[in-house]
C-alpha cells in the first residue's frame, strides 16, 4: 500500500501529461480546419489596401487637380445616374486627400448595396463595385463567419476560444521537465528524422507563436458574433466612458424634451425608432461606439405646419451643408450615413479601414451626428472620450489588422497568421504518421486522474465562465468523452 501511494511521481507526470494531450489533441482536432481558413484569410486580408489599390486603383484614385471640386450633391446626383431609379443612397465619402476619388453607396431593390465612384474635378463616373461582393469583402466575411451568418459566426467564435485550450494545453506539453535545454526546447535539434522531426517543429514553433497566437485571439473575440457582441454591449451599458455617455445623456433628453412638444413628432418617433451606430450603412464603424444608441433629428418644428401643409416634408439640409459643419468642427475627411427617415440623421465617422483612413491615426477616431435639419451636433464623440477598454480593444484590432504601424506591423501579422498555420499543418502530418488503423488515434484515456490535474479543472472552468459558448462546447466534449470512453483506457 505504501509502496502505491509513493510511487510514482512520474506516474502522475504521466498521467497529466496523456490528459493534457488528450484535449489538446481534441482541441487541435475542432481548430485545425477552421485555423487554416482563418490564418489564410487573415494573412490575404491583412494587405487589403495593396490588394485594393491593385484592383481597383483606377476607380479608387485620380489625377490631383488645382480645379475646384464638384459640390458633393451634384456628385450624388451623378452617381444616381449609374444605378436603377429605385435605388436609395445611404452613404457618400468625404475627403480631404486631392487623389481620393468620391465614393456613393446605393442599396438596391434586391438588399445589395452598390459603389459608384466619381472623380470629383470632372464629374466622371470611373465605375461601379458590389459592396458584398468585392473580393476583400468576401475574404472578410469567410474570415468571419464563413460567409454562413450568425451559424458560421459561432462556429469560428468557438474555434478561437478553443484555440485558447490549444495553445495552454500546447505550452504545457512543450514544458521541459528537466534542466532546460536551447536544443530541443526553444530550437529543434539537428539530426531528427520522420515522425520526431515533425512533432519537435510543431512544438518548438508552436511555443515561439502561442504569444502571438492568443494576442491574435483576445483582439478579434470583441468582433465575435455571440461573446463580442456582448461585450460590447456590456462595455457601452457600464458606462465605461463618462464623458461619451454624458453626451449620449444630453442628447437623449434634449430629443425628449423637444418632441414633446409636438403631437406630429411623437408620432414620427413612434414609426422612426433609434439604431445602433452599426446598423448604419458605413463600411467601418468604430468598436467604442458600435453599440451607442444614434439620436434622431429634432422633430419640434413640425409642430409649427398647418393641418393643410402637414403632408409636405420638412426641409433637409444639402450633403454640401452637411460637410461644411463637420468641416468647422475639425472633420476632413470620413464617410457620412445619410438619413433615411424623418428622423434620421447625418452620421460623420472616421473610422479605420476604408482605404486611406489610417489606424495610425486612432487619436484623430471620431463620430459626428448631426441634426439633418437645424445642423445642430447631437452626439460628437473621439477616441479622447472613450473608456479605458474600449481604447484597449480599439488599438488591439488595429494591431491586429496590421493597420497600426504600416507595412511592419501586416509582415509580423502575416508572419504569425502563416505560422498558425504551419502549426495545423504540422499537426496533421503528426497525426498521420502516428494514426492506427480504422481509428481516431486519440490519445488513451486516463481512468483514475491525478490529484494535480485540479489546476488544469480551474483553468477550463475559468475558461467556459469567460467564453459561454466555449463553456457550453465544453461540457458536451467531456461528456462524451465520460459516456462513450468509459471504461477504455
Wanted: aromatic share 10%.
Amino acid at each position: 500500500m505504501q509502496t502505491t501511494l509513493t510511487a510514482p511521481s512520474n506516474n502522475d507526470a504521466s498521467r497529466n501529461y496523456r490528459i493534457l494531450w488528450r484535449w489538446h489533441f481534441y482541441a487541435g482536432l475542432f481548430v485545425m480546419p477552421f485555423l487554416m481558413v482563418l490564418a489564410i484569410t487573415g494573412s490575404i486580408y491583412v494587405f487589403k489596401p495593396q490588394i485594393d489599390t491593385a484592383l481597383y486603383g483606377d476607380k479608387l484614385f485620380v489625377a490631383s487637380s488645382q480645379q475646384a471640386r464638384l459640390g458633393y450633391d451634384r456628385q450624388l446626383a451623378i452617381a444616381a445616374s449609374a444605378v436603377p431609379k429605385e435605388a436609395t443612397a445611404t452613404s457618400v465619402s468625404v475627403s480631404s486627400n486631392p487623389r481620393r476619388s468620391t465614393e456613393a453607396v446605393f442599396r438596391l431593390a434586391s438588399g445589395d448595396s452598390t459603389s459608384v465612384y466619381v472623380n470629383p474635378y470632372s464629374g466622371e463616373i470611373l465605375g461601379t463595385l458590389s459592396v458584398q461582393h468585392r473580393l476583400m469583402q468576401q475574404v472578410r466575411q469567410i474570415h468571419r463567419d464563413l460567409m454562413l451568418g450568425k451559424w458560421g459566426g459561432w462556429l469560428m467564435e468557438l474555434a478561437a476560444c478553443w484555440t485558447l485550450i490549444m495553445v495552454g494545453t500546447g505550452v504545457a506539453l512543450w514544458w521541459p521537465n528537466k534542466a532546460a535545454s536551447v536544443w530541443g526546447s526553444l530550437l529543434p535539434r539537428a539530426g531528427l528524422r520522420g515522425r520526431a522531426l515533425w512533432r519537435e517543429l510543431h512544438m518548438v514553433i508552436g511555443f515561439w507563436v502561442a504569444i502571438g497566437a492568443v494576442f491574435f485571439i483576445l483582439s478579434g473575440l470583441p468582433w465575435s458574433s455571440f461573446w463580442g457582441s456582448n461585450f460590447q454591449a456590456l462595455v457601452t451599458w457600464a458606462n465605461v466612458d463618462t464623458n461619451t455617455n454624458k453626451s449620449v445623456e444630453t442628447a437623449k433628453t434634449e430629443h425628449v424634451h423637444d418632441a414633446a412638444t409636438s403631437p406630429k413628432a411623437d408620432a414620427a418617433m413612434s414609426m422612426d425608432m433609434p439604431m445602433k451606430m452599426q446598423d448604419l450603412p458605413l463600411a467601418e464603424i468604430p468598436w467604442a461606439v458600435g453599440a451607442t444608441t444614434v439620436p434622431q433629428s429634432n422633430l419640434a418644428h413640425l409642430s409649427h405646419l398647418s393641418s393643410h401643409d402637414s403632408a409636405l416634408p420638412p426641409q433637409r439640409l444639402t450633403i454640401d451643408q452637411v460637410a461644411a459643419i463637420a468641416a468647422s468642427k475639425g472633420m476632413l475627411t470620413y464617410q457620412l450615413a445619410l438619413p433615411g427617415k424623418t428622423a434620421s440623421v447625418f452620421t460623420a465617422s472616421y473610422a479605420p479601414g476604408a482605404a486611406e483612413f489610417l489606424r495610425s491615426d486612432l487619436d484623430r477616431q471620431r463620430t459626428l451626428h448631426i441634426d439633418q435639419y437645424s445642423g445642430k451636433i447631437l452626439k460628437d464623440m473621439r477616441f479622447a472620450d472613450y473608456g479605458v477598454v474600449s481604447k484597449a480593444v480599439t488599438l488591439g484590432v488595429a494591431l491586429h489588422m496590421g493597420e497600426y504601424f504600416g507595412l511592419a506591423n501586416q509582415l509580423i501579422c502575416a508572419g504569425i497568421s502563416l505560422t498558425l498555420l504551419g502549426m495545423a499543418i504540422t499537426g496533421f502530418v503528426m497525426w498521420w504518421k502516428r494514426r492506427p488503423q480504422k481509428a481516431l488515434g486519440a490519445p488513451k484515456r486516463v481512468l483514475q486522474p491525478p490529484a494535480s490535474i485540479k489546476r488544469w479543472k480551474g483553468y477550463m472552468a475559468l475558461m467556459g465562465m469567460l467564453f459561454p459558448l466555449m463553456g457550453a462546447s465544453m461540457i458536451v466534449v467531456w461528456l462524451g468523452d465520460t459516456l462513450f470512453f468509459k471504461n477504455k483506457a
